[in-house]
């Protein structure tokens, strides 16, 4: 996958972090927030799958058990909403995050209603994506 970057090649070990061996997937174009959400993962404990345009990101969660989805609504090659959609078509899909700069009601309404658990808008504190992440996590929505 040209577009992915991973922070250990599969199958993936358990560090016995919050995702229990199952990594979260970044998918995002922006090569500052995918760095930064890679390192803020890590710091947490989760190994991480990063993937530039939503079809890596699709080949990636077909390949991978993923804990958690943190994507962008806006990427190069594919419409997030579509990406969600498909994200949770998946039989055991896994919750999804859309961190976007897009700010209006009715993108964060779209989202949600195409399968999003949460929607945080750019730009963000560090500690407001922590708490979120924990939040959907600890809320019984791995894997869900």
Do not use: N
Not at 56 to 63: I, P, V
Request: proline letters at 8%.
């Amino acid at each position: 996958m040209a577009g992915t970057t991973a922070s250990r090649q599969p199958p993936y070990k358990d560090a016995g972090g919050p995702g229990r061996g199952r990594p979260i997937l970044v998918i995002e174009d922006e090569p500052d927030f995918r760095t930064m959400y890679e390192r803020l993962f890590r710091r947490l404990h989760y190994d991480v799958i990063a993937a530039d345009i939503g079809t890596d990101g699709l080949r990636a969660a077909e390949s991978v058990p993923v804990c958690l989805v943190v994507t962008d609504l806006k990427l190069p090659d594919m419409d997030g909403i579509a990406l969600i959609r498909a994200l949770r078509a998946r039989a055991d899909p896994p919750p999804i995050i859309v961190v976007s700069g897009l700010t209006s009601g009715e993108t964060r309404r779209d989202a949600l209603a195409s399968g999003a658990t949460a929607y945080l808008t750019k730009p963000f504190s560090v500690s407001a994506l922590t708490a979120l992440i924990q939040e959907v996590l600890s809320d019984g929505h791995e894997g869900s």
